[in-house]
């Protein structure tokens, strides 16, 4: 496998299943009211959608080519990226995943697109630094981008208790990934060594992830998850991940109450994908 690579994978299926809750406390334009009633949180209007932030971290970090994975109703969507957001450094492709069936079918979903090369995976509604981008492109491998725990509390938008709603990692003494837990309890949170590492779904990935994809069951929500991916990947196909630790903030969309924040957070930045 290569060491750099220009391609990335954007996961932009979700059903936004808590941005479409109502909440009164969360102080919305009508605009993002309407986006947030269907659940669009790649669209979620902060002056520009907040996907186009998340794009231009990726286009400071290097990438080139992206994949946006969508539902077949997404047009809105297609529509923005393919007519009107005209796109200065990236080429934006789509792939379609049928039906909702969790981050690993996701992927999965763009398979086509990675053509057998090294390719990032990351969330559209998570906005991630680009420095972290840049580090996983120049990996040899497979490699997951791991934030301090505390770099995320001071600088993001996360409380603890929400963080632990993610997934924490176990590294070796080499600096390699051993494991991803999901929704770690507490016992499992005491019992790692600090600092705990958190995983935000931000990851270097190579063509053994589509077999592992494959062959991994349901988790209890129905859906097939990328953290199992990973796990299945490293412990039946032993492939190795490259841990990635990473002291900067993601900023996670999530609901309605997140917008206010994240704009806040946001304002300033330059548009430039």
Not at 65 to 89: F, K, M, N, S, W
């Amino acid at each position: 496998m290569s060491c750099s690579t220009d391609k990335i994978v954007v996961l932009a299926r979700g059903l936004g299943t808590r941005m479409r809750r109502s909440d009164n406390a969360a102080a919305l334009s009508r605009r993002q009211a309407a986006v947030a009633d269907i659940g669009a949180k790649a669209m979620m209007p902060i002056d520009r959608p907040f996907l186009d932030y998340v794009l231009t971290a990726v286009a400071a970090a290097g990438c080139r080519r992206v994949c946006l994975v969508v539902g077949p109703e997404h047009e809105t969507i297609r529509r923005y990226y393919a007519e009107q957001a005209q796109p200065r450094r990236l080429t934006i492709e789509f792939a379609v995943q049928r039906e909702p069936n969790g981050t690993a079918d996701a992927v999965a979903a763009a398979e086509s697109f990675a053509g057998g090369d090294p390719f990032l995976a990351i969330n559209s509604d998570n906005h991630y630094p680009a420095d972290a981008l840049r580090l996983l492109r120049e990996q040899s491998g497979c490699a997951a981008a791991l934030f301090e725990e505390e770099s995320l509390l001071a600088g993001g938008n996360l409380s603890r208790e929400r963080l632990w709603r993610f997934a924490i990692a176990k590294i070796d003494g080499r600096g390699y990934l051993l494991r991803v837990v999901e929704k770690p309890d507490a016992e499992t949170i005491d019992s790692l060594p600090r600092p705990i590492w958190v995983s935000m779904n931000c990851w270097r990935l190579g063509p053994t992830i589509f077999d592992a994809c494959r062959a991994i069951e349901p988790s209890p929500r129905g859906e097939l998850e990328m953290p199992a991916a990973v796990n299945y990947a490293i412990e039946m196909l032993r492939e190795p991940f490259h841990a990635v630790t990473v002291r900067d903030a993601v900023l996670d969309l999530s609901s309605r109450r997140d917008v206010g924040t994240i704009a806040a957070k946001l304002a300033g930045t330059e548009v430039d994908f």
